[in-house]
């Protein structure tokens, strides 16, 4: 049988464990293997060899340049590209590329968000080769490069990215895991990650519409548009049949995907028109973090080759569903036992007990952080706003797990829901599995058969963020319970007493209702529990002093690296929503009012011309419109100058806090304000006169 397309694209542009396997002398191989798996420095022999081999397999498969890929606190990825060539005489040019290219990096970090890092220390910034994720090919217009993935950091080795964090968290879950591992015996662990498989949500739309809307072009999603007369209601485009157009988007994004070993799996329609996901298989967290960002970057790039846009924003159109993404995560030993599978007889699971207790105690004291994670200016249109998911942080655990809990809380834990008391003959299958697909779709942190799904993050956002937080906040149970049970007197006496104390203090966090409903804001609240409704609101939690303590102590994050972190997000907020604001600006005055005024223009010589030929006709239709577009020119005026007036108070503040404070404040609402008319207008002006494609055009005329 020969070889299926998969199999032959899978994995063609990366420099993975197979090619090293194929390429580097066997010595050579091995010690950089045992650098890898125990987390060693690269001496710098090693690296020169595997220099070489990653140049030659580059030129090989057409690549000119290199570039250290890296993810600033700008959320997106950086390169910059250096051509292989050295010159060997005058005349002649080599292509070269040693050790020390590929470990290190120094692009010119000025430009990048550092929150006064920079100034503080130094204004260099480095990058250093991330040996854990593979290196790969990208192939566009400007060639083949070899892309290194890289951690960012500056001259004192500040984190200045997404990166470094993350690659730290996992060697703090990794060190308090294991710690957990040894405790229930399990010696021959020697190492554990967190898997991750991030969901993808994104909108496709027609790229010369697209164009024709500045607010897609500057901002990413629509500032005006009014709601066409259909929307999602039907729940029609939900796994709807795919467009041509559409799979053949599809279909040359998976195989861009595979070409880089990226493991593609899932496609289909979403609930909003226009609205797709993509899911990949799970990798460890760095990787998929990585992945995840070439997926953002692919999508972009593959829907331009079919004449589309795909908007990653999180909220493209007012009125119907906006995207976001699942971060689905889970801790895996080297020896293949998933910390979060609960197994066949989950009630005796005790090491699954204590996971879930850690995890329960962690995401309850944590939850603002968890909240912050998610937090970007485009998630506000979500989160908190009457979409999926609500901005208050609760676990949905299932039934079965729910069970159990309940069982240990009152006294002692003796059956699992399948086995015992559902006697019900499916026992054939795990049923922990037919359980847990039983979803609660409105749970922002749920359960699902092995993994926890942290459903919150934005579409246009990093996951890099939220698996920071998680780890850490994970790492630091494990280590509080590890310093426990190896004191312990009485190994069993003393988990026991762990588990049960963590479910009964947390379990307020646990919540398997409907999370959009109005009473479970009012019963959140009545427990406790944080519902932080905005990005602004959620950003001081960066620099409170617990979460200073709780980053410190796992060696995630500095207090400096927090401050600067929160600077950067303030400076970001306030940013995007002055870009808005001044789009609007420009669109509402260039572009709408003065279709309004044309059009009425056209009523009044309507008006004055069927007087004239008919007096005694009814011109009432004509004149009512007029009206009605007169006052909403003039409440659209009004509007237009109070924005005006109030973002140029938002620029001139001089504290990053503050100008986002009142960005968030003064000038959102505002924008809504100017909004409004304008949305009523189009439903009443001409519709060839309407300088904008529609809703209807953009969601509906793919
Ligand atoms: P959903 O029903 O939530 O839409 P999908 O199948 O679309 O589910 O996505 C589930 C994601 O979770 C996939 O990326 C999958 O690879 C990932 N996943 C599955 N098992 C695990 C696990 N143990 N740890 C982390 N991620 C996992
Ligand atoms: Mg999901």
């Known amino acids: 049988m020969g070889t299926s397309t998969i199999e032959k694209l899978f994995g063609k542009n990366v420099f993975n464990d197979e090619v090293m396997k194929q390429r580097l002398p066997r010595d050579v191989y091995k010690s950089w293997k045992k650098t890898l798996e125990n987390g060693e420095d690269l001496n710098s022999d090693i690296a020169n060899v595997v220099a070489h081999a990653m140049k030659e397999w580059a030129l090989e498969n057409g690549a000119t340049h290199y570039t250290h890929w890296f993810q600033p606190m700008t959320g997106v990825t950086a390169e910059k590209h250096d051509s292989f060539i050295s010159a060997a005489s005058e005349s002649r040019a080599v292509l070269e590329f040693k050790g020390k290219e590929l470990i290190k990096g120094e692009p010119d970090a000025s430009s990048f968000p550092s929150g006064g890092l920079r100034a503080t220390f130094e204004a260099r910034g480095y990058t250093a080769w991330d040996c854990t994720s593979p290196a790969f090919l990208k192939e566009d217009a400007a060639g083949v490069v070899l892309c290194i993935p890289t951690a960012f950091c500056s001259y004192t080795g500040e984190a200045l990215d997404k990166k470094t964090p993350l690659l730290r968290s996992m060697e703090a879950i990794n060190k308090q895991a294991l710690r957990i591992f040894k405790l229930f015996g399990h010696d021959d662990v020697k190492k554990v990650s967190c898997s991750v498989g991030a969901e993808q949500e994104y909108f496709l739309v027609d790229r010369d519409k697209y164009l024709k809307r500045k607010d897609l072009v500057f901002t990413g999603r629509t500032l005006f548009g009014a709601m066409p007369p259909k929307g999602q209601e039907m729940d029609d485009h939900y796994f709807g049949a795919i467009k041509e157009r559409i799979a053949s988007f599809m279909k040359e994004l998976n195989e861009e995907l595979w070409k880089l070993g990226i493991l593609a799996k899932t496609q289909h329609n979403e609930v909003a028109p226009a609205q797709h996901e993509l899911a990949p298989i799970y990798t460890t967290a760095n990787i998929a973090t990585d992945h995840n960002q070439i997926i953002m970057e692919m999508m972009q790039k593959v829907a ?34 998933n910390m979060l599978d609960p197994g066949k007889k989950p009630h005796r699971n005790k090491l699954f007990h204590l996971v879930l207790a850690a995890i329960i105690k962690g995401v309850d004291e944590n939850a603002e952080v968890l909240r912050l ?17 609500p901005a208050i942080i609760s676990i949905f655990l299932g039934e079965q797990l729910d069970d159990i809990v309940n069982q240990i809380l009152g006294g002692g834990v003796s059956s699992s829901i399948h086995g015992n008391d559902l006697d019900t003959g499916v026992h054939v299958l795990p049923v922990i599995y037919t359980d847990a697909t039983d979803r609660n779709r409105t749970s922002p942190f749920a359960f699902t058969g092995n993994k926890f799904e942290f459903r919150m993050v934005g579409s246009s956002m990093s996951i890099g963020d939220c698996n920071i937080v998680l780890n850490t906040i994970v790492a630091r149970e494990f280590e509080i319970i590890a310093d426990r049970l190896e004191k312990a007197e009485d190994f069993d006496t003393e988990l026991d007493e762990i588990i049960k104390s963590y479910l009964e203090d947390h379990k307020r966090v646990i919540f398997n209702g409907d999370g959009y ?4 804001v009012i019963e959140a609240e009545r427990r406790g529990l944080p519902n932080i409704k905005t990005m602004v609101e959620a950003i001081p939690y960066y620099t409170s002093e617990k979460n200073i303590d709780l980053f ?6 500095s207090e400096t690296e927090l401050e600067a972190r929160a600077e950067i997000l303030y400076e970001n907020y306030s940013k995007v929503i002055n870009i808005e604001a001044k789009t609007m600006i420009d669109m509402a005055t260039k572009q709408f009012i003065p279709a309004g005024i044309k059009y009425t223009r056209e009523l009044a010589s309507s008006i004055n011309s069927v007087r004239e030929a008919v007096p005694e006709a009814d011109t009432s239709t004509q004149v009512n419109i007029l009206k009605a577009v007169s006052t909403l020119l003039s409440e659209a005026e009004n509007a237009l100058n109070n924005l005006k007036e109030l973002d140029k108070e938002a620029e001139i503040k001089e504290n990053g806090k503050e100008r986002a404070m009142f960005f968030k404040e003064k000038v959102f609402p505002a924008m809504d304000e100017l909004r409004n008319p304008i949305d009523e207008l189009e439903m009443l002006v001409d519709k060839k006169d309407w300088p904008v494609p529609s809703y209807g055009d953009l969601l509906f005329e793919v």
Do not use: M, Y
């Not at 004449?307 to 906006?322: S, T």
């Not at 994670?373 to 998911?389: Q, T």
């Not at 410190?552 to 994050?557: A, E, F, P």
């Open 373 to 389: 994670s998610a937090s970007c200016p485009g998630n506000d249109h979500r989160l908190g706003a009457n979409e999926a998911p």
């Open 304 to 337: 331009k080759r079919h004449n589309l846009e795909c908007l990653l924003n999180e909220k493209p159109f007012k009125g119907v569903n906006g995207s976001g993404k699942h971060n689905n995560w889970s801790i895996v030993s080297d020896t293949g036992i």
């Open 517 to 520: 409903s109005d009473e479970w």
């Open 552 to 557: 410190k102590s796992q060696g995630v994050l």
